[in-house]
């Protein structure tokens, strides 16, 4: 399913209109109406902020065969999914005797995003 729809469809879930939902992301209704028109795709930042709000992970949000990281990858360059990327591998390495399966390395994504909103929340 392509990231614009997964979007539409959690916020429909969760009972949400489009302008609650751009106020929770602290974003204009017009830029929100892009990225769930597909006219737009958002920033990383934004990406972990929407994962947040909704319990999810990143990846379940944009499926690697999804045109959409094509397109994040174009705006955000690489360096925000490799930099993501290195740091579950180095999480990874913590662990003696093997990697972490595709499963682990989703909840430690979600536990460092859920680390970093506290953090954030506490020293605002």
């Known amino acids: 399913m392509p990231f614009n729809e997964r979007l539409k469809e959690l916020r429909l879930r969760n009972n949400l209109s489009q302008e609650k939902l751009a106020r929770k992301l602290d974003i204009t209704r017009r830029t929100y109406i892009y990225y769930e028109t597909g006219q737009r795709y958002p920033s990383i930042d934004l990406l972990t902020r929407i994962a947040t709000i909704f319990k999810v992970s990143i990846s379940f949000l944009m499926d690697e065969q999804n045109e959409s990281i094509t ?14 990327e290195q740091l579950v591998e180095e999480i990874s390495s913590l662990f003696v005797g093997g990697e972490l399966s595709e499963t682990d390395k989703d909840a430690v994504m979600e536990a460092l995003q859920e680390a970093y909103w506290e953090a954030k929340k506490k020293n605002k």
């Open 71 to 84: 397109t994040i990858q174009a705006q955000e360059g690489k360096f925000g999914n490799l930099r993501a």
